[in-house]
């Protein structure tokens, strides 16, 4: 499949193209490929949604503003695996969980909770209520749940509560 796209208004083979992802700051910090094989990501929109299958996570990196950039893949890898020297880090507030704490949701929620954890737990991935069924986890929003996931990748693939947010003195 010979898939030609524009870049600095000249026709370029897409199998030697790449979107080279960039964080409000400047920086680059993600990279794909625009084609291999039959796989083709041919717009913008068709990377963002190849790169953050969530609608919700989509909208709030468009507004924090992170951006894509069709460029040739040789560009687009010199900066790849780069450190952010920018404060805050790639242009975003740290809301990573502050020791003692951890990000968690409900079983089947779309938002994460900031919940009291230590890791002290016979599944690393699940907190349940040190009481039983009857005893409550409370999140710093007042969220009140037996368990809550704690898998370390949800913090990137689910929305944060605002007021969890807000507890640890940052912003979405």
């Known amino acids: 499949m010979n898939v030609y796209l524009e870049v600095d208004g000249k026709p370029v083979p897409a199998s030697e193209l790449s979107w080279a992802h960039f964080s409000p700051c400047g920086c680059q910090c993600g990279v794909m490929v625009v084609q291999s094989g039959s796989f083709l990501v041919p717009d913008e929109e068709a990377?963002?949604?190849?790169?953050?299958?969530?609608?919700?996570?989509?909208?709030?990196?468009?507004?924090?503003?992170?951006?894509f950039k069709l460029m040739h893949h040789k560009d687009a890898t010199i900066?790849?695996?780069?450190?952010?020297?920018?404060?805050?880090?790639?242009?975003?507030?740290?809301?990573?969980?502050?020791?003692?704490?951890?990000?968690?949701?409900?079983?089947?929620?779309?938002?994460l909770?900031?919940?009291?954890?230590?890791?002290?737990?016979?599944?690393?991935?699940f907190a349940t209520a040190p009481g039983g069924y009857d005893d409550r986890i409370t999140a710093k929003c007042g969220e009140a749940r037996w368990s809550f996931e704690v898998d370390p990748w949800m913090a990137s693939e689910f929305l944060k509560?605002?007021?969890?947010?807000?507890?640890?003195?940052?912003?979405?």
């Open 79 to 111: 900066a790849l695996g780069g450190d952010c020297k920018h404060t805050p880090k790639w242009g975003v507030p740290n809301d990573t969980a502050p020791e003692g704490f951890a990000w968690g949701k409900p079983s089947k929620a779309r938002k």
């Open 47 to 67: 990377a963002w949604k190849e790169f953050y299958e969530s609608a919700a996570i989509r909208k709030r990196e468009k507004a924090r503003g992170y951006t």
């Open 113 to 125: 909770h900031l919940i009291p954890f230590t890791g002290d737990t016979k599944r690393s991935n």
């Open 161 to 172: 509560c605002d007021t969890c947010v807000a507890s640890i003195g940052v912003g979405q």
